[in-house]
């Protein structure tokens, strides 16, 4: 199969904590995770990816993990602001390797002030 | 960044007539995809499109569904007939490269089927 699963579908936090969401993929092929941050009304935006060679991955304040074995992969957002406030798709590429991307069914992330 | 545009940003049709949507993809990618969103739903795969022809194509992209890309101008995803079900979002995205590579998303085309 193909079907990403992502929690929480909701998450509210206060600002300055952690948020973390996490997702499980059934394609053990699959390698390649991108995240992408969706604000209403304009196109997904990648923020973070990891590749299967790697176990985790950080940009600035965004932390991807990834477990091939276990087939499940995570984004941490550490010390989030108002402005992390969004929609957030985590995907998985196919085994195929041709670009065709899953994603799983999105996360609304709120922080609160 | 990058960019990839779209047009038109809305379409109003009413259901039977014909459809197309345009994309004009990131100037020197060379990969190019359809994905369909439902309001508050997750993306999903239509369709993609590589050297003037359909790679792979997800159980979405039904038989009234069709790209291409003639001339290198507009990548364009044409629905005909059109059916209620087809109201959503669809947004564009282009690549450098197959598999791992970052896929950038336009901005998306709201269909509205009657």
């Known amino acids: 199969g193909e079907q990403v699963e992502q929690l929480p579908s909701i998450l509210r936090v206060q600002e300055g904590s952690s948020a973390s969401i996490n997702c499980s993929y059934e394609d053990s092929a699959s390698n390649y995770f991108p995240w992408y941050k969706q604000e209403p009304g304009e196109n997904p935006k990648l923020i973070i990816d990891i590749r299967s060679n790697m176990e985790r991955k950080q940009i600035q304040e965004l932390i991807v993990l990834l477990d091939k074995k276990a087939k499940r992969f995570s984004l941490h957002i550490t010390d989030t602001q108002p402005g992390d406030s969004a929609m957030y798709f985590c995907?998985?590429?196919?085994?195929?390797?041709?670009?065709?991307?899953?994603f799983g069914h999105g996360t609304i992330l709120r922080v609160h002030p | 960044g990058p960019k990839v545009l779209q047009i038109p940003s809305h379409q109003i049709i009413d259901m039977g007539q014909m459809v197309t949507l345009n994309c004009d993809p990131v100037?020197?990618?060379?990969?190019f995809y359809w994905y369909k969103q439902i309001l508050g739903q997750q993306m999903e795969f239509l369709v993609n499109f590589y050297n003037g022809k359909v790679m792979e194509k997800s159980k979405l992209f039904k038989d009234q569904f069709s790209v291409e890309r003639p001339d290198g101008s507009y990548f364009t995803l044409k629905i005909q007939p059109t059916a209620l079900e087809d109201s959503a979002v669809y947004f564009c995205?282009?690549?450098?490269?197959?598999?791992?590579?970052?896929?950038?998303f336009g901005p998306g085309t709201r269909l509205t089927v009657l």
């Open positions: 100037s020197n990618h060379l990969y």
């Open positions: 995907a998985a590429s196919t085994g195929a390797n041709t670009g065709k991307l899953t």
């Open positions: 995205a282009s690549s450098m490269d197959w598999g791992e590579d970052e896929q950038y």
